[in-house]
């Protein structure tokens, strides 16, 4: 029986590209990962990626995958939106009131990674499900 079992799990939800489908994805992810150690610093990170997407892109839908083992969660939204730019992190001053989302969840997640595909982009961040092993430092997105 052991060869069924599996020991990670993975869900994926589509939102179409509004921003009302922020909220829906952040409540999903909690949602998803109740009982999970780290469910509010992972609803935060999609709450920022998800917003991100739907604010810097034309992309009419974007894809929300979680995956969680027993050491990680790995969030990941992916886009259809042709922007000609990369997500990258920006240092806003404190006057300003964007520019923080990507380096919020660079503070937050143990990994953050951006890949181009050929509509849009992929956004994937990873959680320890240990909060003895959070980030002692930021690691830029790579691309």
Sequence with gaps: MDEYTCRALAWELFCPGLPEEVARARRWTR????????????????T?????????????????????????????VTD??????SPHITH???????GRGLDIVATLARHLSVT?????HTV???LPTHTGALPTHHQAPTC
């Design 92 to 98: 806003a001053n404190d006057h300003e009131t964007h």
């Design 31 to 46: 949602d998803v990962l109740t009982n999970c150690p780290c469910a509010d610093d992972a609803a935060l990170i999609v």
């Design 48 to 76: 920022e990626l998800a917003a991100n997407t739907v604010t810097h892109t034309a992309s009419p839908h974007f894809r929300l995958s979680i995956h969680r083992t027993a050491d990680a969660i790995t969030l990941s």
């Design 116 to 120: 181009r595909n050929p509509h849009g």
């Design 80 to 85: 259809n939106g042709s922007s000609t730019t």
């Design 124 to 126: 994937t961040a990873e």
